[in-house]
């Protein structure tokens, strides 16, 4: 398990061994698991992202342009 990102507002776990990324998005306590081909394109398109500044809007839009594999809640224990 390796943290990629970690923020007020997004948490991005990668599990090499499983060809898996997690994605949680801290706004609205929803997760998505992403495997094989989607995981590496999100990695990548990640990857490019953070390259460059961003503001806060522009942050939430890019994680807003993945909200559809957001199909879990997250509670806390």
């Known amino acids: ?3 990629l ?3 007020p507002l997004l948490y991005v776990i990668d599990y090499p061994g499983h060809d ?3 994605i949680l998005d801290k706004r609205h306590g929803r997760m998505g ?3 094989g ?3 590496d394109r999100m990695r990548g398109e990640f990857e490019i ?3 460059q500044e961003h503001d806060q809007e522009e942050f939430e839009d890019f ?3 993945y909200k559809s594999i957001f199909d879990h ?3 806390q224990h």
Do not use: G, P, Q, T
């Open 20 to 22: 898996a990324l997690e």
């Open 63 to 65: 994680i807003d342009s």
């Open 37 to 39: 081909a989607s995981a």
């Open 73 to 75: 809640s997250v509670s």
């Open 49 to 51: 992202f953070l390259k």
């Open 1 to 3: 398990m390796n943290v």
């Open 5 to 7: 990102f970690n923020n």
């Open 33 to 35: 698991l992403l495997r």
